[in-house]
């Protein structure tokens, strides 16, 4: 089971993000949870969240580039749901939390600038592999195995031809990556 976490704030509004998410629809295996669906209100269902991480082997995070991390839900979904007792540290008998160890995590991201610049001589001048170190440390923390990140850039630019290459680029990985635990 490979679980989906897809956290865009303005989802209405976004044609690649809305692209890529649609390419993966009904896929056998894959479990989507849309944060800003279920948690309007930003009062996250705990419970619910780690039930579907616990069932799952593979866990996707799923958004845009938000002023070089996660959007505001999916931050306060990483405080919440990724909990001391859980997913880390010790349990209430003392015995040492680890929920999500073993499983997988991918980083599937989109940029709104091109590849150049998320570089050093870049105007963001860092790469995206470089802001992705806090969640990179989060799962190797909680005892997951880092995959290398899907990364798609320039997302305003892409034309029709480009994002359908881009969704099914992204398909393909999600199927890879369910055959690869089945």
Known sequence: MLTLIYAHPYPLHSRVNRALRQAVDGLSGIRTRDLYALYPDFH???????????????IVLQHP?????????????FEKVLAYGW??????????????QGKRLLWAVTAGGSQTAYSASGYNQHTVHEMAAPIR?????????????HVL??????????????????????VQLLGEKA
Do not use: F, N
């Open 87 to 100: 997913a880390y540290g010790h349990d209430g008998a003392g015995q040492h939390a680890r929920a999500l």
């Open 44 to 58: 996250i269902d705990v419970a619910a969240e780690q039930s579907a991480l616990a069932e799952s082997e593979t």
């Open 137 to 149: 440390q989060t799962a190797l923390y909680c005892g997951m195995e880092w995959l290398e990140p």
């Open 153 to 174: 850039y320039g997302t305003g630019q892409l034309d029709a031809v480009a994002l359908a290459r881009a969704a099914q680029d992204y398909r393909g990985r999600l």
């Open 65 to 77: 580039m938000r002023w070089y991390h996660t959007p505001a839900l999916l931050s306060l979904w």
